[in-house]
């Protein structure tokens, strides 16, 4: 084994890696499978399944060699396809200090989760060949360009401007939160949206589910330092007390409110605090954690509540209200408690909290115009030649029935 393999960072990757896949799988299938409809928990459950094993494979055939290869005259945006389908990673092969084989298998899982966020935008109601093929393209065209140029360094253009996003603010959140609001736009609201009562049918699920996303994101946000060292710990403490910070926030604003704390309020503020932490948490520190935590939970409180029912569109699990929203506070206050004055690691040399809030904006604004193109070109692509949305008759029953032949629940 060659010397640079260090065994402790390669243990702690091989544990993250796992806390990453396990965020999807269980984690995300419980958040969404418990907030929807009793008649389609079952199509969460498999889409987020079917869309691990999809992506998986993209990522295997063409998906790292593109996110991550050297582009050669396109390196500012994508990669090539030298890796295609892993050529030259072997067990000897190195990436950093761990084998290049466990930083693949590392971001697929990234790779793995990005897609399955999205679906909640547009849960109960489209097609599961539609979401499928939707998803393949969407990976293909928004997913790996995003990625290329947050993560793959020299040359990308992310790194040219000197942005930080450290476990993927961009690359994961802003990038799914907006096909999210895009694709709700176009697929359009629930039958019978805002008019009927449509509650979650099993929060004890959607909470556990916001447990193990909070536990797996110790893996997502310390893993992305790809070492057992001080920049990992700093980055797992962050990562706790933004969502902690931003879990008593939603709850405080919830008993200022309605005079209770919900379930699902502390489930979802949990979730507003660790995605914007997100991009940060390899440079902030922990006063940078709480005023982080709490800024995301006040906008996404506001987006997933008022804004949503102002404009009438139907977001239905909140993946642009929680996700895209808390992916944009991240990333921009990160350009502000990344400096070394309001307690973060500091900023490179001649580089002014401006100036770094500047090139912050400028990769989210880059990020939504992006994923938002392409978003809407997949969308109206698959839409035409198979079909994204379900009869109505169809939503009614439920897509347990319809497109898995299952029920979750014995009717007695």
Known sequence: MPSSIDPADTAWMIVATALVLFMTLPGLALFYGGL?????????????????????????????????????????????????????????????????????????????????LIVGAFAERTRFLGMLLFSALWFTFSYLPICHMAWAGPGSLFHGWGVLDFAGGTVVHVNAGIAGLVTCLMVG?????????????????????????????????????????????????????????????????????????????????AVAGLVAITPASGTAGPLGAVAI????????????????????????????????????????????????????VGLAEGVTIGGQVWAQAKSILVTAVWSGVVSAIAFAIIDRFVGMRVAVEVERGGLDLAEHHEQAYEIV
């Open 293 to 344: 935590g709490a800024a995301s939970a006040l906008a996404c409180y506001s987006f997933a509540t008022t804004i949503k029912q102002r404009f009438g569109y139907d977001d239905t699990l909140d993946v642009f209200g929680v996700h895209g929203v808390g992916g944009i506070v991240g990333a921009v206050l990160t350009g502000v408690f990344a400096a070394a004055e309001c307690g973060g």
């Open 189 to 269: 609201r629930r039958s019978g949206y805002p008019r009927e009562v449509m509650r979650p049918h099993n929060l004890p699920f959607a909470v556990m589910g916001a447990g193990m996303l909070w536990v797996g994101w110790f893996g997502f946000n310390a893993g992305s330092a790809l070492k057992a060292d001080g920049t990992a710990a700093m980055a797992l403490l962050v990562t706790h007390v933004a969502a902690a910070t931003a879990t008593v926030v939603w709850m405080a604003i919830e008993l200022g409110t309605h005079g209770k704390a919900s379930a699902l309020g502390v489930a979802t503020g």
């Open 36 to 116: 929807v409809r009793a008649k389609n928990v079952l199509s969460v459950f498999v889409q987020c399944f079917a869309l691990a094993g999809l992506m998986t494979l993209l990522w295997i055939g063409f998906g790292y060699s593109l996110a991550f290869g050297d582009g050669g005259r396109w390196q500012a945006v994508i990669g090539n396809l030298d890796k295609a389908l892993l050529a030259g990673v072997r067990p000897t092969a190195v990436s950093g200090t761990i084998p290049e084989s466990l930083f693949v298998a590392f971001q697929m899982t990234f790779a793995i989760i990005t897609p399955a």
